[in-house]
């Protein structure tokens, strides 16, 4: 839930904006009565947010048909809508199409330690405690362990640290809304919703850019490190820091910039949230620092869900990073998960 606000000296009142589940076979004449029901309980508009139960084609012409319905409402009473840009979450795989190209897939670093040298290996290490990781070369014969990490594709996320990936996802996106709506661009379009957008969190991420980034950055070979992001070693210190210095770099620049900068020229806002920015050692999973993609938004937000109140590292995180930018609004995804059991006076 968002709040609307999109001029500095906006005097609108603060009105709720719900996540809209877009879940089912879409009928124009259910969508105006939704809307209706919305205007009536004083909604000043909503996330037009698809979700799994889609029946409708994600992005198809039927699909755009009935957002064109729901703008058409939308200016009718004055409501503000918010695009949703991906079917489901996270952002950034257009509902599957671009994981149909293993190319497209995000990656990940697995960690075991062998009796021989695996061939197969994206890299190989001596290592002792004394001496640290030492990079072996192909085939070369040590007298102990084989430290070996390996490379490996995910099926079910995208790499939106590969520029070229994350301009995929635009064009396939961003691009068609657009050409299909621009003019109501800034009007009843508010602007979109990313949510979630992650290097990988469920393993110890790599993008396909990382190794040609990490030499633009500190001229070294990045391969003569990674067995430190698989252990806690007080040497791999300095690396896990230029390693994930590079990584939110590469996740700043090459996914939410480029959205941003999208949204700014076509005369719209973009909003969202990174993942897990609940917690400092949370951050690592997704982003490994959650505070650097509010500057990349023109409404900095974060989420809080259950009834746990846990979002105060990320409240005052995305605030000061909102008043150091001059940016007078954030926003917050909430009341989420907490079940229907929730009181008003609870949320």
């Known amino acids: ?15 709720p904006i719900p996540f809209w589940s877009i879940n089912s076979k879409l009928e124009k004449r259910e969508i105006i009565r939704q809307i209706g029901e919305m205007k009536a309980f004083g909604l000043g508009g909503f996330v037009f947010h698809a979700r799994t139960g889609l029946e409708t084609e994600y992005l198809s012409d039927e699909w755009f048909e009935m957002v064109e319905t729901a703008l058409d409402q939308a200016k009718k009473y004055g409501m503000k809508v918010w695009i949703y840009d991906e079917n489901g979450w996270p952002s950034g795989f257009v509902g599957g199409k671009l994981l149909e190209k293993e190319e497209n897939r995000a990656s990940f670093l697995t960690y075991k330690v062998l009796d021989r ?15 640290g990781a030492r990079l072996l070369k192909r085939k070369e014969v040590i007298n102990g362990k084989y430290h ?9 996320y995208t790499d939106i640290l590969d520029p070229l990936v994350t301009d995929q996802f635009i064009a396939e996106t961003y691009d068609k809304y657009y050409e299909r709506f621009k003019e109501r661009f800034g009007k009843e379009i508010a602007g979109f919703f990313t949510d979630e957008p992650q290097y990988y969190r469920h393993a110890t991420p790599i993008s396909s850019v990382t190794e040609r980034e990490f030499y633009n950055a500190y001229h070294s070979d990045v391969k003569e490190g990674l067995l430190y992001l698989c252990l806690q070693d007080e040497q791999g210190f300095a690396f896990r820091v230029k390693y994930y210095n590079l ?27 990174t993942v897990e920015e609940t917690y400092m050692t949370t951050q690592m999973w997704g982003s490994a620092d959650a ?10 937000a974060i989420d809080n869900l259950q009834k746990s109140l846990t979002a105060e590292i990320s409240a005052k995180t995305v605030g000061s ?27």
């Open 1 to 15: 839930m968002i709040l609307q606000a999109l001029k500095k000296h906006d005097t609108t009142p603060f009105k």
């Open 117 to 131: 040298y695996d061939e197969t290996a994206y890299a190989v290490y001596e290592y002792d405690e004394s001496a």
């Open 148 to 156: 070996t990490i390996y490379k490996n594709r995910s099926d079910a």
């Open 247 to 273: 990584m939110n770099a590469l996740y700043c620049e090459n996914f939410y910039k480029k959205i941003m900068l999208w949204c700014e020229e076509k005369g719209c806002l973009l909003t969202g949230h």
């Open 291 to 300: 505070s650097t993609s509010y500057l990349y938004e023109q409404i900095p």
């Open 321 to 347: 990073v909102a008043m150091q930018t001059g940016k007078n609004i954030v926003c917050t995804e909430t009341f989420g998960v907490s079940g229907y059991s929730t009181t008003p006076k609870q949320l």
